[in-house]
């Protein structure tokens, strides 16, 4: 599967982005699909996750009740809509998906660039 992450930029703090994931090249729905990101001079850290079912979602503590992971397996998509963010949301965005059964993260986007300014 390919995935094509789009939907960064530059926003005030408080403001908001929704990052979209489009994926091609196989049926997306047997995925779980996570957000990643990665600051200058930092590691990348997990964001948050979707299973293919959209039964269960995971979100790192610093994102929670900001940020809200979706997806439309109808359209091949997957969303992480990040409200009230704040400068430490930085970092460039990548989207990875996880094929069922496999327990890894096979699948990679390139990544996008979200900006908050103080």
């Known amino acids: 599967v390919q995935l094509q992450a789009s939907g960064g930029g530059l926003v005030q703090a408080g403001g908001s982005l929704r990052l979209s994931c489009a994926a091609s090249?196989?049926?997306?729905?047997?995925?779980?699909v996570g957000w990643f990101r990665q600051a200058p001079g930092k590691e990348r850290e997990s964001v948050a996750d979707i299973t293919w079912s959209n039964v269960r979602t995971y979100y790192t503590d610093s994102v929670k009740g900001r940020f809200t992971i979706s997806r439309d397996n109808a359209k091949n998509t997957a969303y992480l809509q990040m409200n009230s963010l704040k400068p430490e949301d930085t970092a460039v965005y990548y989207c990875a998906a996880q094929r069922l059964g496999e327990g890894v993260y096979g699948y990679w986007g390139q990544g996008t660039q979200v900006t908050v300014s103080s």
């Open positions: 090249g196989r049926t997306f729905n047997s995925y779980t």
